[in-house]
Structure formats: structure tokens, C-alpha cells
């Protein structure tokens, strides 16, 4: 009808979802970024045509599983969506309310869902067992970094290798946005050196120590983030 409404978008959604199937014209006319390939680009870019969105970009998000509540967390807005996920055959699964458009298509273990525009944090939910097999997501017409293996707790982890001579790494968890600090004290309780004091999101992390220029003997590693406080024992062998 030449021009652009919901409806479009909505059908967009049911073709990549598998729903619906477009004729050689129209698999031209829906990849509207002109990579040959129909995604969630192309929804993103009719979005943008039918009703231009002027937020933040979002680049980086992060995936968080609770209890069967799933929701994402981004340093800006998520235009559009798209989850799969594996189960058993049978699963009963609840879009959150208030996005433009949400679908989802189960095959066998498999669903895939795809939500436009979603409203506030929560995604869906579910009573019944899953894994999250992959997400994209995508804001302003560029694809989002979607962290999926979020810790469930804060974890100081061992230092590797130790004893060492002079570089180790340690990593640590972090399971929500959190001021970190990570620091190194000799066995007086003097502090050596300051590896990490600032706010970290949720995922794994890792950070070298380069004690050179330090003599050798036992250190203490010692992370703070709110109440958590977890110390461990490194030798620096020279």
C-alpha cells in the first residue's frame, strides 16, 4: 500500500520467525539494509522509518535468569530482540506486557522469540526448566554485545599461577553492577598495589598482577564489592 505501519513490522517479525513466507519481490523489498540477509536490522530499520527513535544507543547488555524470570539490563534502550531458547517438550512461556510487537514459534526443544520495543526490563517468564541457547539484540540499526554467563554470586578465584614469577592473574565474579575494589597488602597489612577500584558489570573478569618490581615473599589478594570481602594467599617466587 506504499507505505509503512505496524503491520508491516509485525509481518517482518512472523518471516524471520518462520510464520509467514514473502515471494522473491518481497524478500527484496523487506531487506531494507540491502545485506541479503532478513534480520532483525531490517525490523530495526522499518521501525526507524515508520517511527523514528530518538533514545540512547545501547551497546553493551547483559542477560539475567531468576527463578524462571528472564530479563535484560543495557546501558540503553533495546529497540528489538530476538531469544532462543531450549527445553523440554512441553513449556508454557509469558512475554512481559508492553512491547510494540512480541511473537515466539516452538519447535520441538526449541523456542524463538522476538520482541520490538520492549517495555522496561522483563522479557518472560516460566515455570518449566530452560536454557537460553543464544540472543541478539539490536538498538539504532547496530547489533548490541549481549552477555549471557552471568554469575550468580561475587567469586575472589584463584590466582594462576601461584607461586609465581612475576605476573599472575585473578580473576573474580561479578553478579550485578557493583563498585569492585581488588587489592594487594603484604602480611603486615600495608597495602601494595591497587589492581581494581571502579564499577564493573556483571560477567567474568580478569586482571594481570605484574609484581616485578616487588621482592618476593606472601601477599594477601583481598576483594571488597558492598558486604562481600574474600582474601586469598599468593607467593611471589623470584
Keep these: 500500500d506504499y507505505s509503512i505501519d505496524m503491520l508491516d513490522i509485525a509481518n517482518l517479525v512472523e518471516h524471520i520467525l518462520g510464520n509467514t513466507s514473502y515471494s522473491r ?18 525490523v530495526d530499520a522499518l521501525l526507524s522509518l515508520w517511527e523514528p527513535q530518538d533514545h540512547a544507543m545501547a551497546t553493551n547488555a547483559y542477560i539475567v535468569s531468576d527463578n524462571g524470570n528472564v530479563s535484560l539490563h543495557a546501558n540503553g534502550f533495546v529497540d528489538v530482540l530476538q531469544i532462543t531458547i531450549s527445553h523440554d517438550v512441553d513449556i508454557n512461556i509469558t512475554i512481559s506486557e508492553g512491547a510494540l510487537i512480541a511473537d515466539l514459534v516452538t519447535n520441538g526443544t526449541l523456542t524463538n522469540m522476538i520482541i520490538v520495543l ?12 530452560f536454557e537460553i541457547v543464544e ?30 614469577n612475576a605476573v599472575t592473574t585473578i580473576g573474580f565474579d ?8 581488588l587489592i594487594v597488602y603484604d602480611l603486615i597489612g600495608q597495602q601494595v ?18 609484581a616485578a618490581d616487588l621482592p618476593s615473599g606472601m601477599y594477601l589478594v583481598r576483594m571488597n564489592s558492598g558486604d562481600f570481602m574474600r582474601t586469598q594467599k599468593v607467593m611471589l617466587v623470584k
Excluded at 118 to 129: K, V, W
Aim: proline residues 8%; aromatic residues 12%.
Design 25 to 42: 519481490c518481497g524478500q527484496i523489498a523487506a531487506d531494507i539494509t540491502n545485506d541479503q540477509f532478513i534480520d532483525l536490522l531490517d
Design 118 to 129: 520492549p517495555e522496561g526490563d522483563d522479557l518472560f517468564t516460566t515455570s518449566d526448566d
Design 135 to 164: 540472543v541478539f539484540a539490536v538498538s539504532r540499526q547496530n547489533f548490541v554485545d549481549v552477555v549471557l554467563d552471568i554469575p550468580e554470586r561475587f567469586l575472589l578465584k584463584a590466582a594462576f599461577p601461584n607461586p609465581f
Design 174 to 181: 561479578v553478579p550485578n553492577p557493583s563498585n569492585v575494589k
Design 193 to 210: 598495589t591497587q589492581l581494581v577500584n571502579d564499577y564493573r558489570q556483571p560477567g567474568n573478569h580478569f586482571i594481570n598482577w605484574d
